[in-house]
């Protein structure tokens, strides 16, 4: 307890009072600054947990269980699945591979009016997949896809709509690191997570391409036809080759989890693997590239490592100032049960979205609802909601004006496509991911029917 003195009178004050709702706020400011998250959360939490020892809220000992929590993320063998995918995907798009699927594609669904927007929604939807990374994805979509379908005369915000939406999709379609992140962080399987998003993801990407092909019949100049000649049996036979091998790695690194054969983090060694096998069999495999691919996936992976080692310093911290507690009794006493919990919850988790990655959402925002989520959903629940935390999450990233897919977008589209054009484009698209969410917030045995049949 503090005891100040004013006017006389001598006030107890418990310090935990304002040191949890201290650390919050100062995280809030601290972000909005632009200074790097992983540093961040480290730095509040060395601050204060030297303030909350000095006032003698925490022992000295306390902090001493840090480097065991290290031990035990270093420990964690879910999490090596996160550097396999993520060079898995980058060696699919460095070596060219995710290129030359995009152009068959498009060429065997040209006779189709709108097929090379479709081709881009599904190999779009497996390369952000694979990689997990908006950025990444929306960026090379973007500079493959995008210049393929001006030069088609495909209308402007059609396009750069359907490359920007297809570039989110990632967040719920398996295999994705940002599934596993979000298994590891809410205590449940990653495997099961997977198979939860699996049916949501294909409803995401089923209504873009039911959209596309409505929107194609109803207003034909916004998707001329490529190519209303069918496709020759042998020129047919000559895309097999190319579309079949990068599409059958992906079925079978999902097959491996799905069916029990292995772990994510064996399926994702093997996805590693089976990539570069890929890439030296289409003559894309060089020194030069690996060491691309080895440079993103280094980059990306301790970001988000970083970002996990501030987070759990500053969990630790934010636990022996009662903050845990504190968020705990706001959300347990929200209006509305667990109604309340769910739309406060997604709403400070979507416009999240519009200022952080998904990763820092991962690390900060989801423990602090976890135990929330517990009592009042239940802990057969939590796979339910780590699918809708991820749909929710990718709706966010593309609604317009902050959406991080739009701004990516924006930096590699050509000058003569304006902002306007790119927000305009994504509209109808984040219309479809609400519609999906709202489905699976509705009607849950659309995540938990797979989960619950026996795979293995």
């Known amino acids: 307890m503090i005891e100040i003195e004013l006017l006389g009178y001598v006030i107890s004050l418990d310090p935990t009072i304002f040191l949890g709702p201290g650390m919050f706020l100062s995280l809030v400011i601290v972000l909005l600054s632009g200074y790097p998250v ?8 060395v601050f204060f947990s ?28 879910t999490l090596l699945a996160i550097p396999a995918f993520i060079f898995m995907g980058a060696m699919l798009q460095t070596s060219g591979i995710a290129e030359r699927l995009l152009e068959s594609m498009g060429q065997l669904l040209g006779r189709i009016r709108g097929g090379l927007a479709l081709a881009v929604v599904l190999v779009g939807s497996l390369l952000a997949a694979t990689t997990g990374v908006v950025a990444a994805t929306v960026t090379t979509m973007g500079l ?27 967040q719920i379609i398996p295999p994705s690191i ?47 036809q490529q190519n209303p000649i069918d496709l020759a049996p042998l020129q047919i036979a000559q895309l097999m080759p190319i579309m079949l091998p990068p599409l059958g790695l992906i079925l079978l690194v999902l097959g491996s989890i799905f069916f029990g054969i292995a772990t994510p983090t064996e399926a994702g060694t093997l996805g590693a693997i089976g990539a570069m096998g890929l890439a030296a069999i289409n003559g894309g495999f060089s020194r030069n590239t690996l060491s691309k691919v ?9 970001m988000v490592m970083a970002i996990l080692l501030g987070s759990t310093a500053f969990s630790l911290v934010f636990r022996g100032v009662n903050g845990d507690e504190l968020i705990a009794n706001v959300l347990l006493n929200l209006p509305g049960g667990k109604v309340g919990f769910m739309a406060f919850s997604m709403l400070m988790i979507f416009f999240l979205g519009f200022f ?11 423990p602090l609802l976890l135990p929330a989520a517990r009592q009042l959903l239940g802990p057969e629940a939590l796979l339910w909601l780590g699918v809708v935390i991820g749909a929710n999450l990718q709706t966010s990233f593309l609604t317009p004006p902050f959406g991080f897919a739009l701004f990516y977008l924006r930096g590699v589209a050509p000058k003569s496509i ?8 994504a509209l109808p698209f984040v219309a479809l991911q609400i519609g999906v969410l709202c489905l699976i917030i509705i009607a849950p045995a659309l995540v938990n029917w797979l989960p619950n049949m026996s795979w293995s």
């Open 294 to 302: 080895c440079d993103e996936t280094v980059r990306t992976t301790s």
């Open 356 to 366: 952080i990655d998904f990763f820092e959402i991962a690390f900060i925002a989801v």
């Open 38 to 45: 992983a540093f961040c959360l480290g730095g509040i939490a």
């Open 418 to 425: 304006t902002t306007k054009e790119i927000y305009m484009g």
């Open 50 to 77: 030297i303030l909350a020892i000095t006032l003698g809220v925490i022992d000295p000992s306390f902090v001493t269980a840090l480097p065991q929590r290290i031990i035990g993320i270093m420990a964690n063998f």
């Open 144 to 170: 493959i896809s995008l210049p393929a379908m001006m030069r088609a005369g495909y209308d402007r915000s059609l396009a750069t709509g359907v490359i920007a939406a297809s570039g989110t999709l990632g």
């Open 178 to 224: 940002v599934l596993v992140v979000l298994g590891d962080q809410l205590g449940i399987s990653v495997g099961d997570l997977f198979l939860g998003s699996l049916i949501p993801g294909i409803l995401m990407a089923g209504s873009f391409a039911l959209y596309i092909l409505i929107i194609s019949a109803l207003k034909p100049e916004l998707a001329p």
